[in-house]
């Protein structure tokens, strides 16, 4: 009888441990393929002298507060590296700019032959403008004066280094025209400010702070492109915009004539639909709240602007609702 009694007890508590690992609780909601979604999640930026950053740090406190799950801005090498990151587990949420995202999943420029495809988008954020940074007096007053020159093409993996290399192209230029250099927002700053360099392509909301630094020692000037190859270069690439940096910006006396790209939030597709429904909400519900000058240029009704990629399930629900998307 007493043996009896234990086989039972040992087969309800197989099944119990089985129901257990098949997801019978009720603890929250599942992604994917069925997980949990996540306790803790990190959120990937861009280098610490960027916009991306102090603006992913704002926007993780949001998040924080409205979902209650601890959301943490993390430093990195930016859009490419960013999308990879995702894309092998390694975070939930990303900064990326529009352009390399439409790469990635068709697989493209950095991604050629290696296209993503558990990515999703959440919105566009802000033009992000091209900025090709030199001293006032360094003699650099066109795309072509870059030839021979040593020019900081943004860290490896970045957006900035797609975006040097089409613009390059479209002036009938490569890398191999210029002496590139693989520097980050702060290094390259650093760097023109040094000698060590002559330039630097930044790709970043405006003012960038990394150039405010530089040009509170040193007259600066930004590279203008000249609108016959602004209207190439969005011919070839429409994820590209016409873009103004007004004068009085970095004490700059003229506007200059540029192109931008929009900065996205992209997310993992396991994450759930109703955990990243309450993300979008809390992002474009609570722009009053992110302490960053760029939160003024996030608003609902340009989120999903510029998008090229399948937005995940849960934005798409809050887009629906709010009428951005049929």
């Known amino acids: 009888m007493k043996k009896n009694s234990f086989l039972a007890l040992s087969m309800i508590?197989?099944?119990?441990?089985?129901?257990?690992a098949c997801g019978g609780g009720d603890n929250g909601s599942s992604g994917e393929g069925g997980s949990e979604d996540p306790k803790l999640m990190s959120m990937l930026t861009g280098g610490t002298s960027g916009t991306y950053y102090p603006l992913g740090g704002a926007m993780a406190k949001v998040i924080t507060d409205e979902t209650g799950i601890q959301t943490d801005a993390v430093s990195s090498n930016a859009s490419a590296d960013n999308v990879i990151a995702l894309s092998e587990g390694e975070a939930e949420i990303a900064f990326v700019q529009t352009d390399v995202m439409a790469n990635a999943v068709e697989g493209t420029n950095a991604f050629e032959g290696k296209a993503v495809d558990n990515v999703l988008a959440i919105g566009s954020l802000y033009p992000e403008t091209v900025q090709i940074v030199t001293l006032a007096d360094s003699g650099i007053s066109s795309v072509e004066d870059l030839k021979g020159k040593k020019v900081s093409v943004g860290a490896p993996g970045s957006g900035t280094y797609v975006n040097a290399e089409q613009i390059l192209e479209i002036h009938g230029m490569t890398m191999e025209d210029i002496d590139a250099q693989n520097l980050d927002f702060g290094e390259s700053t650093g760097g023109i400010q040094d000698g060590n360099i002559d330039a630097a392509f930044i790709t970043s909301g405006t003012p960038t702070g990394a150039v405010d630094g530089l040009s509170a020692t040193n007259p600066v000037s930004i590279v203008p492109i000249a609108q016959e190859k602004v209207d190439e270069l969005v011919e070839k690439y429409p994820y590209y915009a016409a873009n103004t940096i007004p004068a009085g910006t970095y004490g700059m006396e003229n506007e200059v004539n540029t192109v931008a790209v929009l900065a996205m939030l992209a997310v993992s597709k396991d994450l759930s639909e109703d955990l990243v429904y309450n993300i979008t909400k809390a992002i474009y519900e609570n722009t009053d709240a992110i302490s960053h000058a760029k939160?003024?240029?996030?608003?609902?009704?340009?989120?999903?602007?510029?998008?090229?990629?399948?937005?995940?399930?849960?934005?798409?629900?809050?887009?629906?609702?709010?009428?951005?998307?049929?």
Do not use: N, Q, R
């Not at 508590?13 to 257990?20: G, H, Q, R, T």
């Not at 996030?298 to 399930?313: K, N, R, S, Y």
């Open 295 to 326: 939160g003024e240029f996030i608003t609902l009704e340009t989120a999903t602007d510029g998008i090229g990629i399948d937005f995940h399930p849960g934005a798409e629900k809050y887009f629906k609702e709010e009428g951005l998307l049929d």
């Open 13 to 20: 508590l197989v099944l119990s441990l089985f129901l257990a």
